[in-house]
């Protein structure tokens, strides 16, 4: 069995600022963001003037999230604004204007590592929108027939590759100390197919680093149900593993080595 690790810009930081003000009485969570506050007056220090959303430029970065200002911009000269609106159904709110008209787009969790619109992650032409969580993101992609964002995301590690432009393949590269999981992907139209998972262990001893890597077949798309096809031992101390590489190797050979 397989764990499927897929949840994981400033503009959301300042969610987090809000939370140190009003936890003031815990010195741990004060350091935890002090860096955290330091960012964000950054980010407001250098946001542009705005068109639609308001922005006061004579208040400070706590004052214009309190108001419910994050983020605006504009994607094939469609208008967005990223506002904190939260309810049961999520803590920000995406609208899309329209006719002269806002309208929700998108209502969405907080953005831990942030978020951004300044990706063409398929490769169409327009930028994406992606939402940075613990462990990778969530990709809205652009949906030109309607001109605002797909509603069901796509997951994308921080780490990430074309392996095959003619045919649309990626590749994720996630890691945690000594084990490190990637997977290849299909990606048609707002269709995310999993083929391939793939894990690397490694140990340091005095001697040697060497790692393990497994290649598994995924079945149905879903990466909880995959079969083993093939293994192979690394000598990283002799070779400097290059995942990108190894999964376009792999899909011309079929083969671990």
């Not at 169409?124 to 652009?142: I, K, P, Q």
Request: glycine fraction near 4%; hydrophobic fraction near 35%; aromatic fraction near 16%.
């Amino acid at each position: 069995m397989k764990t499927l690790l897929r949840l994981v810009i400033p503009a959301f930081l300042f969610v987090l600022i809000h939370s140190c003000k009003n936890n003031h009485s815990s010195s741990e969570k004060l350091e935890r963001c002090e860096p955290i506050l330091n960012k964000a007056t950054k980010y407001f220090e250098k946001k542009p003037d705005q068109y639609f959303y308001t922005y006061d430029k004579f208040r400070g970065e706590i004052e214009n999230f309190d108001k419910g200002f994050i983020d605006t911009f504009s994607v094939n000269d469609i208008k967005f604004q990223l506002f904190s609106n939260p309810d049961s159904t999520g803590d920000l709110e995406l609208q899309v204007l329209k006719n002269g008209k806002w309208q929700t787009n998108l209502k969405l969790p907080y953005g831990i590592n942030g978020s951004k619109a300044n990706k063409d992650v398929n490769r169409d032409g327009f930028n994406d929108f992606v939402l940075s969580l613990r462990r990778g993101n969530e990709v809205y992609l652009y949906d030109t027939l309607v001109n605002e964002y797909h509603k069901e995301p796509i997951a994308l590690a921080f780490e990430w590759c074309i392996i095959d432009s003619s045919k649309s393949i990626y590749s994720n590269n996630y890691s945690n100390g000594d084990f490190w999981n990637t997977d290849l992907f299909l990606l048609k139209g707002f269709q995310q197919t999993f083929l391939y998972d793939a894990d690397i262990n490694f140990h340091i001893d005095s001697m040697s680093e060497i790692g393990y890597l497994q290649v598994f077949k995924v079945t149905k798309n879903d990466l909880a149900k995959t079969t083993l096809i093939c293994n192979n031992k690394i000598n990283f101390l002799h070779e400097d593993f290059d995942y990108c590489k190894f999964w376009k190797k792999f899909l011309r050979k079929k083969r671990c080595s």
